[in-house]
């Protein structure tokens, strides 16, 4: 698996996959209907990817996942908006390798944060074994934060 910025041609298929992988989240602890803002929305994944945020995760050259990202402009602390998988993909260790080629594609980053609704039992679960820690929880999210180790960040500036 492989991220890159997304294209204008994919964002269709970006926001359908989108709606097939938040739907599920009726299986974990979510209320039908009940899924992040503007999940089903065009024309916001659109703005995503004129500005640079939208990523599209392949597997050779199938859309698998997409990712909205944003990185500071220190370039050292990357927010992590938003990933999903195609439904398809669904319990097959592509979230684990998307979360990784996101680290990678940032080297830079000295931290990675994002944050998850506190019913999600499946989101939840996946970011504390991917590494990341609570920082806090409010308003009915778990936010989440993975700092590099100072060696691993060290060793890029040298």
């Keep these: 698996m492989y991220i890159v910025k997304a294209e204008a041609n994919q964002v269709e298929n970006i926001v359908d996959m989108s709606i097939r992988a938040f739907e599920t989240d009726v299986n974990v602890g979510g209320v039908?209907?009940?899924?992040?803002?503007?999940?089903?929305?065009?024309?916001?994944?659109?703005?995503?990817?004129?500005?640079?945020?939208?990523?599209?995760?392949?597997?050779?050259?199938?859309?698998?996942?997409?990712?909205?990202?944003f990185q500071n402009e220190t370039k050292y602390s990357v927010y992590i908006g938003r990933i999903f998988i195609d439904s398809i993909y669904h319990r097959k260790g592509y979230g684990i390798r998307l979360m990784e080629c996101i680290e990678k594609n940032f080297p830079r980053a000295a931290e990675f944060n994002l944050d998850t609704p506190c019913w999600n039992e499946r989101t939840n679960a996946f970011y504390k074994r991917l590494g990341y820690r609570i920082i806090k929880i409010e308003d009915g999210f778990v936010f989440y934060q993975k700092r590099k180790s100072e060696s691993n960040i060290i060793q890029y500036f040298t």
């Excluded at 209907?33 to 990817?49: I, L, T």
């Excluded at 939208?54 to 698998?64: F, R, S, V």
């Design 32 to 69: 039908k209907g009940e899924c992040p803002p503007e999940f089903d929305s065009v024309e916001w994944h659109k703005q995503m990817a004129r500005d640079g945020h939208l990523y599209q995760a392949m597997i050779g050259k199938d859309l698998a996942g997409a990712a909205i990202i």
